[in-house]
């Protein structure tokens, strides 16, 4: 089965694949969406913050602001392709795993970690108000290091 940011047995990671990813998700593939969807996509599943991918597309010779990494990871995410995880008020992640799943948050590290299936969750889930339905359960556990 297909999941976002996966379109076959070698991936998206050819620029085919990421083209062809993009068109699905109703995005024009433009120069620096297929650049940004090759480095957030090429390596499987992966937590990266907006600087974490400016970083990693400066490294790797795409020219581009962190407004428009910005700008390009809420259209990602607007698209399905991505999952947004906020672990505070001034930190924020994109899963490229869209599954539903938790995660951990290392604050030692700013790292955050898919939590196994099945490890974590509600035993039951809390009603919503009349007139709403949930539409995603997130749950980060904050870990930091036995001193």
Request: a neutral charge.
């Amino acid at each position: 089965m297909e999941q976002a940011g996966h379109t076959d047995d070698h991936g998206p990671a050819t620029r085919a694949g990421v083209k062809a990813m993009l068109r699905r998700a109703g995005l024009r593939p433009t120069r620096q969406r297929l650049a940004l969807a090759g480095i957030l996509f090429g390596r499987g599943n992966r937590h990266l913050s907006a600087e974490g991918l400016h970083e990693e597309a400066v490294a790797g010779r795409v020219p581009v602001s962190l407004a428009t990494i910005y700008n390009t990871l809420h259209q990602f995410t607007g698209a399905g392709l991505l999952r947004e995880v906020a672990v505070d008020g001034s930190k924020t992640y994109f899963d490229t795993n869209t599954t539903d799943h938790q995660h951990f948050f290392v604050e030692d590290d700013n790292e955050v970690i898919d939590i196994p299936p099945g490890e974590a969750g509600l035993a039951r889930p809390p009603r919503p108000p009349p007139g709403y339905e949930i539409s995603r359960i997130d749950v980060v556990v904050r870990l930091r290091r036995i001193r």
